[in-house]
């Protein structure tokens, strides 16, 4: 997979899981950019995320064969 396909399926993703959010937070994760993986096993990990220091918080994915999943944000 390259990384432009891997962003892409992420942000696909980040679009899908966050479609009943309000405007405001759907603004927030446009903006978003990757900052780092980690992985715990081969296609299983979490993936983070940085943005303006406007943030309401660390967002992140966890990523569960080859998959990003559960999006989440700790404030």
Not at 29 to 48: T, W
């Amino acid at each position: 997979m390259t990384i432009h396909h891997f962003k892409k399926m992420v942000m696909t993703r980040m679009e899908f899981e966050s479609r009943e959010y309000p405007p405001s937070a759907k603004a927030e994760l446009a903006s978003l950019k990757i900052n780092a993986i980690s992985l715990a096993a081969p296609g299983d990990g979490m993936i983070f995320f940085r943005g303006s220091p406007k943030d309401i918080g660390a967002w992140r994915f966890d990523y569960i064969d080859g998959k990003p999943t559960g999006l989440g944000c700790d404030t």
